[in-house]
């Protein structure tokens, strides 16, 4: 029942009931709710929706209001707003007993239970919503013979009534029993007749209730003789009903026969096509003969089956995919590398290994190549180059976003049993790409989930194995597909995200974070031409000068890809499109004394100095899915009686390397002129800002054996100097990962020297070459080497200098 629609109530979210405050009801007055086809009786429950129009106003009003509904039934349904003297005098009080709006169409849904009749007076204006001065109707305690003779009958053949009632519950026949007072028992049987609501408005507007019973008492008699002749009908009509299936089967078999002959309908012109298309879809002999097999099921299969949709949507699903391997044009080594350079600055190891990837592919096309996988942090081109290996095999582009994915059918796809069900991600990206041998990036490998429907990373082994995936099943398809053609290309931020056997599958390349310089040289190559295209700007109408684009890296982006900087590019060139809509002969040039005024102040400075200008502050380096961070390190002691305490969100590993940079500082008190018992009378708090952030890992070791020891001696560590490394017992300085990441980030801070584990020094190489010309490096074999770089050593180099 409905005031609007008849759909049912779907559940979702109810709105925001916190809205402004709307002018107050007066005390005797209702919000009314007229609607359509449906009259609430008290006592009863029914749904209600009010879809669209002032309906929808007045629910609000009431729920907002947490007060009752005046429910009452307009005399002309086809009225979307009916006025005052468009109503029945007579309704219900009704209260909400739930709410909810769809999602969908953003009707509203309630459910009203029904307390007591009132009359309308009149209408009260100005309130935004629909109310009226209303008489209160209360139910009268009347009892006597007559009232009690006629509520036994009516309970009597209430019952008869619900007896012949199909799939009738006993349970409605004792809730009739159970009612003692006469008017309810009316309603309640009023509420439950198939009758006119303008007849059943009758018996609400009947107020005595000897009346009303003989009302209802008539109205129950004619439905069961309704009823009564509905049941001797259909029984009488099931042999009718008998003879017309079988006619229904003869004229299936009929059609069966004119597709035989040709003669048939839509039915035969959907088969005929589907033959043609199996056979142009070059499939292999057994999945050819299974899909006409699919199609002969399918010409015997009436058209209005609900198998019949499906059996088409899988054939066609046969039919569409590329099972054929198209004329591959020959690898050409010389303009693969042209296109690799032209679309990507720097990298050259990256390339220099796809190339290898091209050549190797070249000379033996048969062979099984390897899955490369980029893994870096965001905004460093992984998945521009897979479009770079795109473009120089000539090849179709795919891309499957596999972030988030949690259930194996998302790879694997559905089996056709199943309501909705389609092929898994990796067949839907091969019909789309058109070609069996294109070029398919599996984006994001490390963020795959795992669900309580299976691992997608279990089924990622089968589709990334050169030795499997030559038979790849799909549940839907449940015929094999060949995968090896496909060139595979897999993208990550986190190695340790990836599940080790799939991880076994995969050759990882690793790109590294871009150098101030490399930022420039892309941006100025490939981010200021973009931003200008997307803006809607000539070169010649905005000019961002060398100085301006070095400052928005420097002071405005802090990231090891150029995410963020393209974005800062884009925020100046708006500001200039801007001027240029209003004026269309502006010519702007941004310099770096006018960044300021449209980016803002400076959001990141070098505070290196500033950070370690006291004794037990040092700077270190960590390692972040977006690439390096320094992290700086502050010591302080203060009376107490020896305890050690740890602030910053340390994880334990970064917890016991303070505690064995602790022991390792005691046990060189001696060596280092510190006094052994002042750590028996002080305790010692290391802070690692910020405090906000979870840091973990044993690289920070040999930095926070420096700021206690720096502490201790009272001496200021090199502000120009970093420091990673895992320290051991014996002072030994042991290696660590990220080397890359870190050092690229002490560049971008301004960090002079970066000193680092001996046994690293093998990372050197894959540091750019202008990174490596721009720092010095120190190798540590143990903390002495760090003692004597960074406070022995104040000015002059370390014995262990790399250039």
Known sequence: MSTDSESDAPQSRPPDLEAATMPAVPEDSLILLPVRNAVLFPGMVIPLTAGRGQAKEDVQAAVKRQQPLGIVLQRDPQVQDPPFDGLHTIGTVANVL????SADDGAHHLICQGVERFRLIAPVDGLG???????????????????????????????????????AGAELVRALDAIEAPGLLADTVAGLLDIPPERKQDILETLDICKRLDKVLDAVAGRIEVLRLSREIGEQTKGRLDQRQREMMLREQLRTIQQELGESGETGEEARKLTEAIAAAHMPPDVEAHARKELSRLERMPEASSEYSISVSYLEWLTELPWALPPEAPIDIARARHILDEAHFGLDKVKRRILEYLGVKKLNPLGKAPILCFLGPPGVGKTSLGQSIARALERPFVRVSLGGVHDESEIRGHRRTYIGAMPGNIIQAIRKAGARNCVMLLDELDKLGHGVHGDPAAAMLEVLDPEQNASFRDNYLGVPFDLSAVVFVATANQLEGIPGPLRDRLEVLDLPGYTEAEKFQIAQRFLVPRQLKACGLAAEQCELSDEALRAIIRYYTREAGVRSLERQIGSVFRYVALRVAEDPATRERIDPDRLPSILGHHRFESEVAMR????????????????GELLFIEASSSPGGGRLVLTGQLGDVMKESAQAALTLVKSKCEALNIDCMGFDKRDIHVHVPAGAVPK??????????????????????????AVTGEISLRGLVLPVGGIKEKVLAALRAGIKTVLLPARNAADLEDIPADARSQLGFVLMETVDDALRELIETRTGKAQRTVD
């Open 98 to 101: 739930r709410y909810v709006t």
């Open 129 to 167: 919503f629909r109310a009226a001065r209303v008489e209160i109707l209360p139910e009268t305690a009347q009892r006597d013979s007559a009232i009690d003779a006629r509520a036994l009958v009516l309970r009597q053949r209430a019952g008869e009534m619900v007896g012949l009632l199909p799939n």
């Open 612 to 627: 370690t200008s006291l004794p037990g502050v040092v700077t270190g380096l960590a390692w972040t899915p977006v690439g």
């Open 696 to 721: 973990d890992g044993p690289s920070a070791g040999v930095a926070l054996f420096i700021a206690i020891a720096s502490l201790m001696m009272g001496q200021a560590v090199r502000s120009d100097c």
